[in-house]
């Protein structure tokens, strides 16, 4: 009951591990905001987690900044999230200015049509 509640959640700077983060994922199905920042454990595989659960419809606001595993594909899987305004995907050494580009016309076409 409590974890449909929870709004935010924050796990940065932690090496926090998936099965952790699959839980939130889980068990708070209706976070706006995810602060994954800074986490060494963070990867692909967690994104793809998060874009085919309930959050696609709920998160607003990710933050996965310096999470050095992630790659071009989570910024395709986060197409999947419908209502995201703040992204941050700052100091991801995988991720391509391309990608980047992919994900913003993305978003752009997603709001002409809003």
């Not at 926090?16 to 199905?29: M, R, S, V």
């Not at 309930?54 to 594909?73: A, E, M, R």
């Not at 910024?75 to 580009?101: N, P, Q």
Request: glycine share 4%; aromatic share 10%.
């Amino acid at each position: 009951w409590y974890q449909r509640r929870v709004r935010e959640a924050v796990v940065s700077t932690q090496s926090t591990g998936d099965e952790a983060i699959f839980n939130i994922i889980k068990y708070c199905p209706n976070l706006r905001h995810l602060d994954l920042s800074y986490n060494s454990n963070m990867n692909d595989r967690v994104i793809d987690a998060i874009c085919t659960s309930d959050l696609t419809y709920s998160l607003t606001k990710i933050d996965f900044s310096g999470c050095p595993q992630i790659t071009d594909k989570s910024l395709l899987l986060m197409k999947k999230c419908y209502d995201i305004t703040w992204l941050d995907f700052r100091s991801c050494r995988e991720i391509t200015r391309g990608a980047v580009s992919g994900l913003l016309i993305r978003f752009k076409k997603r709001a002409c049509h809003n």
